[in-house]
């Protein structure tokens, strides 16, 4: 069972977020927080699995509650680690970097369908990275207008291996899938994965994809 707190301030959308997830036998919603303080108190005492995450709320916002939700929790994708998956409105450049950067493992559109999200939410719980094909592409366009690139002999290496693993990262493979496709052992990926954060100086899955897309490895 997938254990969701879901934050929003808006009570209406906050009803119609869980009673969505309520069709899906696997997703148990243990919280709802109306701002972003709510959710950070609510995952510390519920130590849920994933929150469900607005963006722009009072007070607290979404990306600040990310980042102090991940901080407290540890980084995304370690183990009995809290994930965050991004639910929103907004699809701006800031809106979605801010995300990333604070560590959350998805950025979802409230307008789509009903089974993506719920897809989302289970893919993100397994420690896959989900964006919005139209966020995905925002952020490969981001890159091919040279924004956040820096000079070359700044860009780091990775080996032709750490780029397949990343790219099947990219395309929302979890660990198992990735071995099996590239015929290697789990630890092997996780290896191959510990090496690319070190050369990127990130911390996590998406980061580490959005940072490649911005030097231009992917």
């Given at each position: 069972m997938i254990r969701v707190v879901?934050?929003?301030?808006?009570?209406?959308v906050r009803a119609g977020i869980v009673g969505l997830l309520a069709t899906a036998d696997d997703i148990e919603v243990v919280g709802e927080a109306s701002d972003g303080e709510e959710a950070q108190r609510l995952t510390a005492e519920l130590q849920p699995d994933l929150v469900l995450m607005d963006l722009r709320m009072p007070?607290?916002?979404?990306?600040?509650?990310?980042?102090?939700?991940?901080?407290?929790?540890?980084?995304?994708?370690?183990?009995?680690?809290?994930?965050?998956?991004?639910?929103?409105?907004?699809?701006?450049?800031?809106?979605?970097?801010?995300?990333?950067?604070?560590?959350?493992?998805?950025?979802?559109?409230?307008?789509?369908?009903?089974?993506?999200?719920?897809?989302?939410?289970?893919?993100?719980?397994?420690?896959?990275?989900v964006l919005a094909p139209n966020i995905a592409a925002m952020l490969v366009q981001r890159v091919r207008m040279g924004t956040q690139v820096p000079e070359a002999a700044d860009t780091p290496r990775l080996s032709a291996r750490e780029l397949q693993v990343l790219s099947l990262v990219a395309a929302g493979h979890s660990n198992p899938q990735i071995a099996a496709a590239l015929f290697i052992g789990e630890a092997t990926v996780k290896t191959h994965l510990l090496h690319v954060f070190e050369k990127l100086a990130v911390s996590d899955r998406t980061r580490a994809v959005t940072r490649a897309m911005e030097l231009g490895l992917l």
């Open positions: 879901v934050a929003d301030d808006h009570p209406i007070g607290v916002g979404g990306v600040e509650a990310t980042a102090r939700i991940l901080a407290a929790s540890g980084a995304a994708g370690a183990t009995g680690a809290t994930r965050v998956l991004v639910l929103t409105t907004y699809e701006t450049d800031d809106d979605i970097i801010g995300a990333i950067e604070a560590g959350a493992s998805g950025y979802l559109l409230k307008a789509a369908p009903q089974a993506e999200i719920i897809e989302g939410v289970r893919a993100v719980a397994r420690g896959q990275t």
